[in-house]
């Protein structure tokens, strides 16, 4: 059984930030990657973000120098920050691991950029 537990949303202003966190917990032994996801209303959910096992990161052009994704392998966390948020990046994240062939989603997070 693995859990990942998110935290790191709210309400923010349109250039202001936020941080999500990620914490995956439970018996694993390794996490090959972990990503963020978010869902607009009556939108198909899309790939933010994502950090591979070694580093390496991705970003959707949209959110492009101004997200950036980490990750802590001792820790088996991995966090967003978010930066000059805008209204179109309200929506729902979604912490995403894959770990030893299993794909594991923590509770959404509403982020909401509004004045």
């Known amino acids: 059984q693995v859990q990942l537990m998110v935290s790191g949303g709210g309400l923010v202003q349109p250039g202001g930030s936020l941080r999500l966190s990620c914490a995956a917990s439970g018996s694993f032994f390794s996490i090959s990657v972990m990503c963020w996801y978010r869902q607009a209303p009556g939108k198909q959910r899309e790939l933010v973000a994502r950090?591979?096992?070694?580093?390496?990161?991705d970003y959707a052009d949209s959110v492009k120098d101004r997200f950036t994704i980490s990750r802590d392998n001792t820790k088996n966390t991995v966090d967003l920050q978010v930066h000059t948020l805008k209204p179109g990046d309200t929506a729902v994240y979604y912490c995403?691991?894959?770990?030893?062939?299993?794909?594991?989603w923590g509770q959404g997070t509403q982020v909401t950029v509004s004045s």
């Open positions: 950090v591979s096992s070694g580093g390496r990161t």
């Open positions: 995403y691991a894959h770990i030893l062939g299993g794909d594991y």
